[in-house]
């Protein structure tokens, strides 16, 4: 992700970023090379949301980056009036999914940032499960016109370019739909792709989607994946209220279908 965001940067000294004492390899050389387009805030994710404010309204292509938790739920009213309500083209960058800063203590678990994000009408969300999703994140990051939460994994990541990705669309199938089908995102990806191994094994087909656009929900999800459907399956790193599966379960109760979450 931030090799692409490298090379973006190497190009256009509009691009800035926000970082909150966070450190990443790829960073550090954005840091070294363009030292005018990177601001360590320190310790302070509101007045990076501030900053962020004031230099979108500049002209600023503007990414902020710090552990998921914080980059969201610390700085919430920030970005409910200072983002949101201008919908201005800032991307946040949420580091550490899930547990993925596990031994960090649950300051740093990054379980609601995903349903807290949702709340906001204007903010679109993505989630990335595989190193070819994170480099195309990035283009499509230039492309959106208001306010974007993307959630970010530590550790290494396959890359799946086998698979097409089509930010229009905002998912997809990596497992062919059957009757039963999962649907993850992020890290757990790998996980539901064991899963729906398994069951095969046992003589139980089971597809699986990679829904990595979870905000706006896309529209061709429904009739695609639900209504083919007679059990949905949700696995991913979020608590259950307001994340993937409330997703799901809205767009399930909005319409007329006997599929069934679980």
């Known amino acids: 992700f931030f090799d ?8 256009d000294n509009n691009v800035i970023i926000l970082s909150a ?36 309204l500049s002209g600023k292509m503007v990414f ?11 700085c919430f009213e920030q970005i409910k009036v200072n983002l949101c309500s201008m919908n201005l083209p800032v991307t946040i960058i949420g580091a550490g999914a899930g547990f993925s800063f ?9 379980h609601q940032d995903l349903s807290s994000m949702r709340l906001l009408p204007e903010m679109s969300i993505i989630e990335l499960s ?15 016109n208001g306010p974007l939460y993307i959630r970010l994994d530590k550790g290494p990541f396959p890359d799946w370019k086998e698979y097409n990705i089509d930010f229009s669309k905002g998912y997809r199938i990596i497992q062919p739909l059957s009757k039963l089908n999962i649907v993850t995102n992020g890290y757990m990806t790998r996980t539901a792709l064991k899963v729906a191994d398994t069951l095969i094994a046992e003589g139980i087909d089971c597809g699986v989607v990679d829904l990595f656009r ?16 007679k059990k949905i399956v949700s696995i991913e790193e979020s608590c259950k209220t307001g994340g993937l ?15 069934h979450l679980q």
């Open 21 to 56: 004492d966070m450190d990443a390899f790829s960073l550090r050389r954005f840091a070294k090379d363009f030292p005018e387009q990177y601001i360590n805030v320190g310790v302070s994710e509101q007045n990076m949301i501030n900053i962020a404010s004031g230099l979108a």
């Open 214 to 229: 979870v905000k706006p929900f896309p529209e061709e999800f429904y009739e695609e994946v639900i209504s083919p459907s």
């Open 4 to 11: 692409q965001l490298y090379l973006k940067g190497s190009i």
């Open 245 to 259: 599966g409330s997703a799901l379960s809205e767009l399930i109760a909005q319409n007329n279908n006997n599929c």
């Open 64 to 74: 902020c980056y710090s552990i998921a938790s914080f980059a969201t739920l610390r």
């Open 130 to 144: 595989s190193n070819d999703l994170a480099q195309e994140a990035v283009n499509f990051a230039f492309e959106n």
């Open 102 to 110: 596990g031994y960090d203590g649950p300051t740093h678990h990054g």
